[in-house]
């Protein structure tokens, strides 16, 4: 398949540069939002695009399988860099 080679050297480096960049000591993950209503997640995730510049790939959305006495939650979640006091993002 043409371009698959230049594709997936693409994704290696895109995962190094994000190991470095989500590692150990960069920083924390802030949960911003924790439901279990996908359309709540959805909603909210939409006003995050629309009230303010925030880098998506900064963003993590956690799935938290459940079963039967613990129903699935959904965590958001924004990395804020080390160098930010907690409280100002």
């Not at 594709?7 to 693409?10: A, H, L, Y």
């Not at 990395?79 to 160098?83: E, G």
């Given at each position: 398949?043409?371009?698959?080679r230049k594709?997936?050297?693409?994704e290696r480096e895109r995962?190094?540069?994000d190991a470095v960049r989500f590692g150990p000591g960069a920083g924390r993950w802030d949960v911003l939002l924790e439901t279990r209503d996908q359309a709540e997640l959805r909603a909210h995730m939409?006003?995050?695009r629309a009230e303010r510049q925030i880098d998506r790939s900064a963003v993590?959305?956690?799935t938290l399988?459940?079963?039967l006495e613990r129903?699935?939650?959904y965590r958001l979640s924004l990395?804020?860099?080390?160098?930010v006091p907690p409280g100002r993002q």
């Open positions: 398949m043409a371009g698959k594709r997936r050297e693409q995962g190094r540069r939409q006003r995050l993590r959305v956690d399988c459940g079963r129903p699935t939650t990395f804020v860099p080390a160098d």
